[in-house]
C-alpha cells in the first residue's frame, strides 16, 4: 500500500496519478481534498494487496528513476517567432516538432476552454501553441499514462513532457523502457492547485465582468523575459482584448513565486536535485548573463540538461537550430534553487 494511504501524510503524495492508473481492480480512485489537490483513496474490499501501487509511487521510488546529467547547455532556439511565443529559450518547441515531424505524437500541458489545466496529446505542430509557455499550477494527468501506453505499444513515437513527479510516475507505471519514448522534466518550483488558480480568475472575472478566453504566464510582450508579467485574453461585447499589468494576476504570481501556495509534497520533493529524470531537463537560464556575457539573452534562454544517451542524440540532431553554449551544472544551480533543493515551506 502507498505511504500517502497508511499515513494519511499529504505531503507523501504528488498526485501524477500513476497508483491510479496501475491498479486492475479499480481498488484506487482520485478524490480533490479541501486544497484542490488529486489525491488517491483506497476501496479496501477491492484491494487484492499486489503492491504494484507501491512500485509506481514516484514519492517512495525516485532514486530508481533518476540520473546525472551528462552535458549542459545555454540554448536559444535561432526561429525569433518562436522564440517570442515561448518562456524561455524555445527548446521545447524544437524538440516536439522533431517528433511531431516523424509522425509521433506529443503530450504536455494546456489550458481547456473552461481555463482548467490538462495534460493532452497533440498530433501537428499547428497545435504546440497550447502546450508552449510555463503553467504555474498542477496539470491534470488522469487517464493520460495508459493513452501513452498504447501509443508506445502501437510503435508510435511518443514525446512526453511534465513536472518531474509526472515524468517519474509516467516511468514506473510503463515498469519498461520504450526505445519509442523520449521525456523532459522541467526544473519545477512547486505547483498550486486548479482551485486556487481559480479563486483569482474567479476574482478577476467578478471584477472585471469578462470571460476569460486565454491565460499566459510571464508573456514576453509584456515585460520580455522575466517573472513579472503575466496576460490573459478577455472576450467583451463580442471583441477579444487583451490585458496585462492587472493586481489580480501579479498577485497569483507573487504568491507563487513566494512558495505560499504550493502542493505540501512540493516542500519535500525529492526530485528538486541535480539528478534528473527525463532524457533532457529544460529549464529558464536564469543568470546566464553571470557566466555567459557574450550571450544575448534578452529575448529568453533555455538551460538544456543532456541526462540519458537518448538526450544526447535527440540534441545532436537538433543542434543546428539552436545557438548553443557549454555550461557548467553549477553555474545553472545557482540561480535555478531548485536545482539543488525544495522549495522552503513559508512559516
Known sequence: MIAFISEKDPSLCCGCGACISVCAHAALAFRINDEGYKEPVLDENACVNC??????????NADKVQCSPKQ???????NVETLKQSSSGGAFTVIAERILGNGGVVYGAAFENDMTLKHIRIKSSGELKKLRGS?????D???????????????RQVYFTGV???????????RKDYDNLFTTDIVCHGVPSQKMFNVFMD??????????????????????WSCSSSSCKKNGTGKIFEVYFDKTLNAYMNAFLSGSIDRESCYKCP???????????????????RFHSEINCRQGVSLVLINTDKGFEMFNRLQGRFELIESKLEWAASENPNLSHPTPRPK
Open 203 to 224: 476574482h478577476f472575472r467578478k471584477e472585471r465582468d469578462v470571460e476569460i478566453v486565454d491565460y499566459r504566464f510571464r508573456d514576453k510582450r509584456v515585460n520580455g
Open 164 to 174: 518531474p513527479c509526472q515524468v517519474a510516475g509516467l516511468k514506473l507505471f510503463l
Open 271 to 289: 526530485f528538486a536535485k541535480n539528478e534528473r529524470v527525463g532524457d533532457i531537463t529544460l529549464a529558464d537560464y536564469w543568470g546566464v548573463k
Open 135 to 139: 503553467k504555474y499550477l498542477q496539470s
Open 141 to 155: 494527468t488522469e487517464g493520460i499514462f495508459k493513452q501513452v501506453k498504447e501509443d508506445l505499444r502501437n510503435g
Open 72 to 78: 549542459v547547455y545555454a540554448a536559444i532556439n535561432k
Open 51 to 60: 503492491g504494484l501501487c507501491d512500485k509506481v509511487c514516484p514519492m517512495m
